[in-house]
């Protein structure tokens, strides 16, 4: 359950429809999710974070199924079990196929398994690596 009730455009106020609406516009969809309907309590957030994100994710020198790949890699490290799949049906719309799916997970278990050894270790970083 969301920590503050998911506005819909009824109960959203014009700011938040403003944004509601251009997220519409430039996904090509009726859709808004509730990521953003949560952050509708709050319109110059939403407003700031869908900028951010539209800035970020645009395509540039990583190409965009790259960056939903690293967005999902980023959100399992965190625990957000909502980016998590909101990104990983992003990558899926972007082309990711079920063997690269499953690659990404085994990467991201290994990363957290030698994250997790080197860490409890207190492995120094060698030299080179610092360049």
Request: negative net charge.
């Amino acid at each position: 359950m969301a920590v503050v009730p998911l506005l819909g455009d009824g109960e959203a106020g014009a700011e938040a429809r403003a944004v509601f609406a251009d997220i519409r516009e430039k996904r090509q969809t009726d859709y808004v999710n509730n990521f953003w309907r949560a952050l509708a309590h709050d319109p110059a957030l939403l407003r700031a974070t869908w900028e951010r994100v539209q800035a970020v994710m645009a395509p540039g020198a990583l190409d965009p199924l790259v960056k939903e790949l690293v967005y999902v890699a980023v959100s399992a490290a965190h625990g957000c079990d909502y980016c998590v799949h909101s990104h990983t049906a992003a990558a899926k719309a972007k082309g990711m196929t079920a063997a690269q799916h499953g690659e990404l997970l085994a990467v991201i278990a290994l990363a957290s398994q030698t994250n997790a050894l080197a860490t409890a270790l207190s492995v120094p970083v060698d030299e080179r690596f610092r360049a």
